[in-house]
């Protein structure tokens, strides 16, 4: 069974602090690693897709890393626009759904 | 157009009424989905349409009724809901069905609450 979990729960950091949230996975067959931003009240949207290990992709402020095990997704200089929870799923070669981790949330104070 | 329309936005329901939720996308997704999110806590896959078929029910219970009328529109009907029920159901769509590295596009949900 995949299994993702996210760390920390939740992140208090000050604006311009830098810092990391991470998605420890274990999947059977790594079809794409997703990273996805949610506001309160709202559906998840979506930042990224990793496929291999290696991969690196970024956007804005944002960046996200993969290995084998893990997940990384840096944020640089975070202002108060950047609060929200984000959220790490796996989707496996086994034509199973979407597995979700319980998500970070983040909060940029001024 | 690359959205995810969910309507309403809010709800509000009695145990003994029936209501439906709304979902569009004209992105030409073959794939579209149900889900359900209780604070602090990540989406629950509830059901899968894929080609306009019901491919995938997790085992939820028979209060929810999807319906696919077509490519473009997925329904949720309700009835006799829970307040355990209350929740933000989160609609979702995709280019083809999951286990293919593909990514979901969200609505902004519906913030259903039963009193």
């Known amino acids: 069974e995949d299994q993702v979990t996210q760390s920390p729960e939740a992140l208090r950091l000050q604006e311009g602090e830098s810092s990391s949230l991470n998605c420890s996975y274990t999947?059977?067959?790594?079809?794409?690693l997703f990273w996805y931003r949610q506001d309160p009240g709202k559906g998840p949207e979506f930042l990224f897709t990793l496929y291999s290990a290696g991969e690196e992709k970024e956007k804005e402020r944002l960046k996200a890393t993969l290995t084998k095990k893990e997940s990384f997704l840096h944020i640089t200089a975070p202002k108060p626009e950047d609060s929200a929870t984000y959220l790490c799923?796996?989707?496996?070669?086994?034509?199973?759904?979407?597995?979700f981790g319980g998500g970070t949330r983040l909060m940029v104070k001024p | 157009d690359t959205e995810v329309t969910q309507t309403p936005k809010h709800l509000v329901m009695g145990m003994t009424n029936k209501k439906s939720l709304k979902c569009e996308q004209h992105m030409g997704h073959r794939a579209m989905y149900w889900y359900k999110q209780k604070a602090k806590k990540p989406p629950e896959l509830m059901f899968v349409y894929s080609y306009e078929k019901l491919s995938i029910n997790e085992s939820v219970p028979s209060r929810f009724s999807p319906e696919c009328p077509n490519s473009s529109l997925l329904n949720l009907h309700l009835h006799a809901l829970q307040p355990e029920d209350s929740a933000l159901y989160l609609c979702?769509?995709?280019?083809?069905?999951?286990?293919?590295?593909?990514?979901?596009?969200f609505g902004s949900g519906t913030q259903l609450s039963v009193l």
């Open positions: 999947v059977s067959g790594l079809r794409g």
């Open positions: 979702a769509s995709s280019q083809t069905p999951q286990g293919r590295g593909e990514k979901l596009f």
């Open positions: 799923a796996v989707d496996n070669n086994a034509g199973n759904m979407l597995t």
